[in-house]
C-alpha cells in the first residue's frame, strides 16, 4: 500500500550553501563547547556520544478541548464531556502542558509544512490545501537540520505527509511516501464521511503506531539516535472506528458539547494507539533520553457535520470555550493540544508562553546539540528555555513576542472572508481584508473572543495591524486577490456574517 524507501540524505543544492555556511559555523561552536551539555537528565542536554531522540506525534484536526483533560488549569472546564482519552491524559500529566500551543495554519498542509521548515506559511507561500503552493522545497529542513547537527541522526516519517514532494527528498531515511488524506479513508462529501462506518484498522491507526514501534525498536537496538514523526490520520473526516470501540463508547452518557458517538469512537481508537507507543517507548528504556512532543495540526472541527454559514455563530461549539474552528484564524481552529514529554521535564507542569508548530524545528536542533538561534528568515524559535522552566510566558521569536497567522482565502464553511491574526503578548488582533475591519482581544480574559476592544484601545489596535501588515509584505505573502475563490466569490464582495456579533 506504501512505498517504503530508505536512503542516504538528498543532496542540497548551491541554493543552500550560503545560509548553511553561516548556519554550520554556529553548529560547530557549539558541538565544539562544552558548557555543561554532557548531563542527559537536563531538557538542553547533550554530546557528541549522548544525542537525544525525538518523537513527534502530529494528530489531525484535534480540538483544543478534545482530550478528557484540560489543556490550561485556569481553565479546568476545558475539556471534553464524553471522549474519554486516558492515555494522551497521562501523557500530559508525565510532563509539561503549553496552555497556549498554536499549529501555524487553521488547515492541514500549511501547519505541516511549517514544522517541516520551521518558517510561518505566509513566508513559506502556502496557506491552503488547494491552490498555489509557492514553497521551495530545497531550503533546509528540519530532518537536514537535525543530521546538520550529529550525522548520525536517522530520520523517519509515517502517516499523513500532505507536502507536494516525497519526505525523502526533505531528508528523511525512511518513511510510507507522499501520502494525502486519501491514505486515511478520506471520501469527501459522501454520506458516510460524517456517519461513520467500522474498520479492522480505522484511519490506519494501528499501521502507523506500529511503523513507529517497529522503527524506535530497530534504532533502540542499534544504539542510533533518531528522529520520528508519527502524523496520525485521525480525527479528520471520515469518521472510522472498530466496531467494539463503538459498541463500548454507546454505553456512555452523551455530553452536551460532544455527543457524536462515533467521532467518540475515533478517538478513543487513537488514543489508544498513542498508548501502545508511549507503552513501547517505556518498555524499550528510552524515557531518559527520548523527548516525546504531541500537537494537532489545526483546531477542531467546529460542528459535526460542517455547516455553510458564512460565519454565522454556532449555538454550541465543539471546541467551547473558544469560539469557531477549523478553519478560521479564531482561537478554535489554531489553539491545539501541546505537550511535551522527555528528561529533565517536570511532571504536570503548564507553561503559558505562546507557542507554535514552526518553533518545532529549531527547538528540535537545540536539543540535538544544535545553536538555539536560527538563520534570519526563520520563524521560530527554541523552546528549551520554556522546557526548563515552565515560568517563563514569552518566547524570543525574531519578531520578538508576536506569532502571524494568514488566511487571505474565503471558506463557505468558516468566516468566509480573507482574514489574518497577530498575537503579541496577551492581545491578538483579527484583520479582516475586504471588510475593512479589526477585532482586538485580550486572551488572557477573554480566550473566547467575545469582547472586541479595538474602540477602546485604538493605539494598540493601529500598531498591531502596522507590525501585521510590515510582515506580510516583508515576506511577500498572498494576497486575497490570489485566493483561488476569488473570483467565484464576487472579487471582494462582503459575505462574512461574523462581525455581525461585534458591532
Given at each position: 500500500?506504501?512505498?517504503?524507501?530508505?536512503?542516504?540524505?538528498?543532496?542540497?543544492?548551491?541554493?543552500?550553501?550560503?545560509?548553511?555556511?553561516?548556519?554550520?559555523?554556529?553548529?560547530?561552536?557549539?558541538?565544539?563547547?562544552?558548557?555543561?551539555?554532557?548531563?542527559?537528565?537536563?531538557?538542553?542536554?547533550?554530546?557528541?556520544?549522548?544525542?537525544?531522540?525525538?518523537?513527534?506525534?502530529?494528530?489531525?484536526?484535534?480540538?483544543?478541548?478534545?482530550?478528557?483533560?484540560?489543556?490550561?488549569?485556569?481553565?479546568?472546564?476545558?475539556?471534553?464531556?464524553?471522549?474519554?482519552?486516558?492515555?494522551?491524559?497521562?501523557?500530559?500529566?508525565?510532563?509539561?502542558?503549553?496552555?497556549?500551543?498554536?499549529?501555524?495554519?487553521?488547515?492541514?498542509?500549511?501547519?505541516?509544512?511549517?514544522?517541516?521548515?520551521?518558517?510561518?506559511?505566509?513566508?513559506?507561500?502556502?496557506?491552503?490545501?488547494?491552490?498555489?503552493?509557492?514553497?521551495?522545497?530545497?531550503?533546509?529542513?528540519?530532518?537536514?537540520?537535525?543530521?546538520?547537527?550529529?550525522?548520525?541522526?536517522?530520520?523517519?516519517?509515517?502517516?499523513?505527509?500532505?507536502?507536494?514532494?516525497?519526505?525523502?527528498?526533505?531528508?528523511?531515511?525512511?518513511?510510507?511516501?507522499?501520502?494525502?488524506?486519501?491514505?486515511?479513508?478520506?471520501?469527501?462529501?459522501?454520506?458516510?464521511?460524517?456517519?461513520?462506518?467500522?474498520?479492522?484498522?480505522?484511519?490506519?491507526?494501528?499501521?502507523?503506531?506500529?511503523?513507529?514501534?517497529?522503527?524506535?525498536?530497530?534504532?533502540?537496538?542499534?544504539?542510533?539516535?533518531?528522529?520520528?514523526?508519527?502524523?496520525?490520520?485521525?480525527?479528520?473526516?471520515?469518521?472510522?472506528?472498530?466496531?467494539?470501540?463503538?459498541?463500548?463508547?454507546?454505553?456512555?452518557?452523551?455530553?452536551?458539547?460532544?455527543?457524536?458517538?462515533?467521532?467518540?469512537?475515533?478517538?478513543?481508537?487513537?488514543?489508544?494507539?498513542v498508548g501502545r507507543l508511549v507503552q513501547a517507548y517505556d518498555e524499550l528504556g528510552l524515557a531518559d533520553n527520548t523527548y516525546i512532543f504531541f500537537v494537532s495540526d489545526n483546531?477542531?472541527?467546529?460542528?459535526?457535520?460542517?455547516?455553510?454559514?458564512?460565519?454565522?455563530?454556532?449555538?454550541?461549539?465543539?471546541?467551547?470555550?473558544?469560539?469557531?474552528?477549523?478553519?478560521?484564524?479564531?482561537?478554535?481552529?489554531?489553539?491545539?493540544?501541546?505537550?511535551?514529554?522527555?528528561?529533565?521535564?517536570?511532571?504536570?507542569?503548564?507553561?503559558?508562553?505562546?507557542?507554535?508548530?514552526?518553533?518545532?524545528?529549531?527547538?528540535?536542533?537545540?536539543?540535538?546539540?544544535?545553536?538555539?538561534?536560527?538563520?534570519?528568515?526563520?520563524?521560530?524559535?527554541?523552546?528549551?528555555?520554556?522546557?526548563?522552566?515552565?515560568?517563563?510566558?514569552?518566547?524570543?521569536?525574531?519578531?520578538?513576542?508576536?506569532?502571524?497567522?494568514?488566511?487571505?482565502?474565503?471558506?463557505?464553511?468558516?468566516?468566509?472572508?480573507?482574514?489574518?491574526?497577530?498575537?503579541?503578548?496577551?492581545?491578538?488582533?483579527?484583520?479582516?481584508?475586504?471588510?475593512?475591519?479589526?477585532?482586538?482581544?485580550?486572551?488572557?480574559?477573554?480566550?473566547?473572543?467575545?469582547?472586541?476592544?479595538?474602540?477602546?484601545?485604538?493605539?494598540?489596535?493601529?500598531?498591531?495591524?502596522?507590525?501585521?501588515?510590515?510582515?506580510?509584505?516583508?515576506?511577500?505573502?498572498?494576497?486575497?486577490?490570489?485566493?483561488?475563490?476569488?473570483?467565484?466569490?464576487?472579487?471582494?464582495?462582503?459575505?462574512?456574517?461574523?462581525?455581525?456579533?461585534?458591532?
Open positions: 500500500m506504501f512505498e517504503s524507501h530508505l536512503r542516504s540524505n538528498p543532496h542540497r543544492g548551491s541554493k543552500l550553501q550560503t545560509l548553511l555556511s553561516a548556519w554550520l559555523g554556529l553548529v560547530a561552536l557549539t558541538l565544539s563547547t562544552p558548557a555543561g551539555r554532557a548531563d542527559p537528565t537536563q531538557p538542553h542536554a547533550n554530546s557528541a556520544s549522548h544525542a537525544p531522540n525525538i518523537i513527534l506525534i502530529l494528530t489531525d484536526d484535534q480540538g483544543w478541548t478534545s482530550m478528557s483533560s484540560a489543556m490550561d488549569d485556569n481553565h479546568p472546564e476545558a475539556h471534553s464531556d464524553y471522549h474519554r482519552t486516558p492515555h494522551m491524559d497521562a501523557l500530559a500529566a508525565r510532563g509539561m502542558r503549553f496552555s497556549q500551543g498554536y499549529a501555524a495554519a487553521p488547515v492541514c498542509s500549511p501547519t505541516r509544512y511549517s514544522i517541516q521548515f520551521g518558517k510561518s506559511p505566509a513566508r513559506l507561500g502556502k496557506t491552503i490545501v488547494r491552490g498555489p503552493n509557492k514553497v521551495d522545497h530545497s531550503q533546509l529542513s528540519l530532518p537536514q537540520a537535525i543530521k546538520q547537527v550529529d550525522a548520525r541522526y536517522l530520520c523517519a516519517h509515517f502517516g499523513k505527509w500532505h507536502i507536494a514532494v516525497k519526505p525523502e527528498q526533505l531528508g528523511y531515511d525512511l518513511s510510507d511516501g507522499k501520502t494525502t488524506n486519501s491514505e486515511g479513508g478520506f471520501t469527501m462529501n459522501k454520506p458516510a464521511e460524517w456517519s461513520g462506518y467500522a474498520s479492522d484498522d480505522p484511519k490506519l491507526i494501528d499501521h502507523v503506531t506500529n511503523r513507529g514501534i517497529e522503527f524506535m525498536r530497530t534504532q533502540s537496538e542499534a544504539g542510533r539516535p533518531f528522529y520520528l514523526q508519527l502524523s496520525y490520520y485521525a480525527v479528520h473526516s471520515d469518521i472510522v472506528y472498530r466496531q467494539k470501540t463503538l459498541d463500548e463508547v454507546k454505553t456512555w452518557q452523551a455530553g452536551s458539547v460532544h455527543k457524536h458517538a462515533g467521532y467518540a469512537a475515533m478517538m478513543k481508537d487513537l488514543d489508544d494507539g483546531g477542531g472541527m467546529p460542528v459535526i457535520p460542517p455547516r455553510v454559514g458564512a460565519g454565522a455563530p454556532y449555538e454550541v461549539g465543539l471546541n467551547t470555550p473558544l469560539r469557531r474552528g477549523k478553519w478560521d484564524l479564531t482561537e478554535g481552529g489554531i489553539r491545539v493540544p501541546f505537550i511535551v514529554v522527555g528528561p529533565g521535564i517536570q511532571a504536570g507542569s503548564q507553561c503559558d508562553a505562546p507557542v507554535v508548530t514552526y518553533d518545532l524545528l529549531p527547538t528540535f536542533t537545540d536539543l540535538a546539540g544544535g545553536p538555539s538561534s536560527m538563520p534570519d528568515d526563520f520563524d521560530g524559535t527554541s523552546l528549551t528555555p520554556m522546557l526548563n522552566d515552565h515560568s517563563i510566558t514569552t518566547a524570543s521569536r525574531p519578531l520578538g513576542d508576536t506569532i502571524i497567522f494568514h488566511f487571505p482565502h474565503y471558506n463557505r464553511v468558516g468566516l468566509n472572508e480573507p482574514h489574518s491574526a497577530i498575537r503579541q503578548g496577551r492581545y491578538k488582533l483579527l484583520r479582516f481584508y475586504v471588510s475593512d475591519r479589526s477585532l482586538l482581544f485580550d486572551l488572557t480574559t477573554d480566550p473566547g473572543e467575545e469582547t472586541d476592544l479595538a474602540q477602546q484601545m485604538p493605539e494598540r489596535t493601529a500598531s498591531m495591524e502596522q507590525a501585521l501588515k510590515d510582515y506580510l509584505g516583508s515576506v511577500n505573502a498572498e494576497k486575497p486577490e490570489e485566493d483561488i475563490n476569488w473570483k467565484t466569490s464576487g472579487e471582494g464582495t462582503v459575505t462574512t456574517r461574523f462581525l455581525d456579533d461585534f458591532r
